[in-house]
Each structure stands twice: as C-alpha cells, then as structure tokens.
C-alpha cells in the first residue's frame, strides 16, 4: 500500500467500522478529504466517482461586442481545442491525486476493517490501481449495506432504521442547522439499507414535521392554513430550511414589562435553564451580602440566613405578650355620690 505523505495529510486516526460507528467515520473523511482532494471527494457524498464536465461552447466563446466581428470556424476550433487540452490536465490531475486519496481511505480504517475488505473479490483491483473510488464502495458495502447476520438480518436492520427516523426530532438544545446534517445523515443511512428517498417535496415535509414545535408549531400552522388557500409548500429541504432559519417569534414578556414586543429568529429560542431576575438572584460565596438583616440588623446576611433569628422571634413574641395598654380607671359606686367639685346639686 502506499503511504501517506506527512506534509500534505493530516495523521489519520483509524476507526473500527460498524453500522454505527459508519456515519461518524464518513462525516471525518468527508471534512478531511474535501479539504485535501477538492471535488475529487464527492464520491463519499453521492457514491459516483467525480469527472470534469465535458467542454461545451460555453466554456470557450468569448463574449462578444456589440461592434465585434463573429469568430471564424478555425479560431472556434482553435479555442475549442485550448479548452479541451485544460480539462485533460484537470482531469489527469484526479488521476494523480487517487493513490494518495487511496491511502488517506485505507489509513482510516482498522486492522479488522482491512482484513474484513481485503477477502472482498473486488478489491485486488482496487488495490492494483489504487483506486479511492472502488475503495470506497467496498468500504460502503462491507460496513453499512452487508450487515452481518444474512439476509433476515439485513431487513430486521432496515426496519429499525426506519422506526428510528419515525420517532427522530430536533432536540431542544439543537440548532436548526445541526439537526439538518442529522436529518441528512440519516437519511442517506436510510437509504443506503434498501429504503428509497422520498420525493423531494416529501422529504422536506419531513423534515419540517420534526423540527422542535416550541420554536417552529406556529410557523408549521401558518403554513398549513397557507397551504389550504392554495400556497405551495416549500419543495426542498433547502427551501424548508431557509423558511424555518427566518421564521421569527415574539419573545415572551417578563413580568410588568410594558415596552414594545420583541421579535427573534425561532432558532434561537432554544430550551434551556429559564432566566432568573436579577431580584431573585442570590448573591454568590465569592461576594458577601452588603443588605441588612431584618431581624438582627446586622449586615452581611439577610434574615432567612440569621443565625439568632430564633431568639429575636422569641423576644418579638415575649415583647407582644407582656405589652402594658394604657390603664383605666377603675369603677367605684361612691362616683355618684355628691362632690365639692362645684357640679353637685
């Protein structure tokens, strides 16, 4: 096998390919190798081994002047050719890019993940022309389509995989753009055991019915009536995503707040702790309270957390107890009796 070059790739970190551990392994390879190959890596996203388009006119007539004279047949020939020698080079360099783009798959992968596609009968071929593309197939094959188990198994897994896309939903903590790569993921998995993709406009319904309803129901409601007076739902994914990424929601009101309603995007709305005021905020250990106790009158605590609470709640009863009212006189009979105080008759 080749080997690759330290300069030009990046270590490699070998995984034990399974079922589940597939989806992670391709993410990495499609990152790392987007960025070392270019378009030459889009075999790991559609499976079908990447050519340069063929020359058409388009890629060789310069555009021309209103006062311009057209090209004559032997000038449209001559850059027609340039052209063409162009795209060879290109393409030439895709082929001298697939051994290290070999290597960078074969390095990926565990001991017991190259012992389990070397057996495969196609790849002697693959490995006498170092080619990523077959490469990858195998590799496709052995750890994601062909489960072990036989042929019963292999349907046991497909329809797991389906109940799982059934009960799958964009968590609370999830972004909108993080559940879409989910959402993909998934669905190529999904596919890649046997189920076929649903139509594109289906698909994005999909998608659109498991997004988190605290943040999208209403957008999801909106578009229904829509729908019901004849407006089309979006036909993509893309174009159900761009809807969702926009869709802006009121934030809710604290309490007493009278100012102006404020809109968000949806997507930022995300579940989480709920915000504490700051009036209900407890102060930390690393800065000491500054109030006054109410029952002690001493600072640097609040009366929840006085340490002689009890007994001041033992002197305010004693005190309210053994409070003296004003007194009366008492009442005595000789009050009616004459008196020299000058109001006697």
Do not use: C
């Given at each position: 096998m080749s080997k690759m070059t330290a300069d030009s790739e990046e270590s490699a970190v070998q995984i034990i390919l399974t079922p589940k551990s597939y989806q992670r392994w391709l993410k990495q390879q499609r990152i790392r190798c987007s960025k070392l190959y270019g378009k030459q890596a889009n075999v790991l996203k559609n499976n079908v081994r990447y050519t340069y388009p063929a020359v058409v006119a388009a890629d060789y007539m310069p555009p021309l002047g209103a006062e311009q004279a057209p090209l004559n047949p032997?000038?449209?020939?001559?850059?027609?050719?340039?052209?063409?020698?162009?795209?060879?080079?290109?393409?030439?360099?895709?082929?001298?890019?697939?051994?290290?783009?070999?290597?960078?798959?074969?390095?990926?992968?565990?001991?017991?993940?190259?012992?389990?596609?070397?057996?495969?009968?196609?790849?002697?071929?693959?490995?006498?022309?170092?080619d990523p593309n077959l490469l990858f197939l195998i590799i496709r094959a052995t750890h994601l389509i062909e489960m072990a188990g036989g042929p019963e198994?292999?349907?046991?897994?497909?329809?797991?995989?389906?109940?799982?896309?059934?009960?799958?939903?964009?968590?609370?903590?999830?972004?909108?753009?993080?559940f879409k790569v989910d959402y993909m993921e998934r669905r190529a998995t999904l596919t890649a055991a046997g189920v076929a993709a649903p139509r594109s406009a289906e698909d994005a319904l999909w998608f659109l019915l498991k997004l988190d309803q605290s943040r999208h129901g209403d957008m999801i409601n909106k578009m229904t009536n829509d729908a019901l007076r004849g407006t089309a739902w979006p036909a993509t994914?893309?174009?159900?995503?761009?809807?969702?990424?926009?869709w802006r929601v009121q934030e809710p009101r604290r309490n007493f707040d009278t100012g102006p309603a404020v809109y968000v995007i949806a997507d930022q709305m995300t579940k989480g702790k709920k915000k504490v005021p700051a009036w209900k905020k407890t102060t930390s250990p690393s800065s000491p309270e500054t109030r006054k106790c109410f029952a002690c009158e001493k600072t640097g605590h609040l009366a929840k957390d006085c340490p002689d609470l009890a007994r001041h709640k033992a002197t305010a009863n004693l005190a309210l107890a053994t409070t003296d009212a004003r007194p009366y006189a008492p009442y005595d009979d000789d009050d009616d009796d004459d008196s020299d105080d000058g109001y006697g008759y």
């Open positions: 032997a000038q449209l020939r001559k850059l027609r050719l340039k052209s063409e020698e162009d795209r060879n080079g290109r393409e030439q360099k895709l082929v001298d890019n697939e051994p290290r783009f070999f290597s960078t798959l074969w390095d990926s992968i565990s001991v017991e993940s190259q012992e389990i596609i070397r057996v495969r009968p196609e790849f002697p071929a693959a490995d006498l022309e170092q198994m292999v349907v046991y897994e497909r329809i797991k995989k389906q109940m799982e896309i059934m009960a799958f939903h964009q968590g609370g903590k999830e972004t909108l753009g993080e994914i893309d174009a159900a995503y761009l809807q969702a990424s926009t």
